[in-house]
């Protein structure tokens, strides 16, 4: 059998079952962990499997408050020093939008973030095409690194709800 239908069998046997097994899924982290070269703990896999599933930019205390039951033995402390490997190993991208909490995105693509002011929520968006600053800097010999794109305001549901409650 060749590997792509032996793929697309088992793909349809997961999908029948409609069963994706967390086995398979903390595999995946364990490489994604591996290929930027940060050796693989149950704490680090636990946190890095976290962060790529929500999406939703969380922050040290919600990350130990979803794990904490699972694993006993986790600290807060250990939370933060895990994100500081990934962030330092380039797994994971943190986020400094929101002054009073500092949050991590496993999307370590270049993209742009908006903070609700009213509900807090940060929104994804699309880095900016073309970046003129940038571009004046390295004609300028500046090697840049790091680009933050952060926006804040409201979002449409927010001012919806806002817009209703002014009627
Ligand atoms: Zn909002
Ligand atoms: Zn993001």
Redesign the pocket.
Known sequence: MQISQKCLSLQKKINCNNYKSEREVLMKTYDYLLSFNVKPSVQRLAIMDYLLTHRTHPSIEEIYLALCDDIPTLSKTTVYNTLKLFVEHGAAQMLTIDEKNVCYDGDISLHAHFL??????IFDLPAPEEDVQVRRMQENAFQVDEMHYYYKG??P???QMDKEQAN
Do not use: D
């Not at 609700?116 to 929520?121: A, G, I, L």
């Open positions: 609700c002011k009213k509900c807090n929520k409201v979002c549901a927010c001012k």
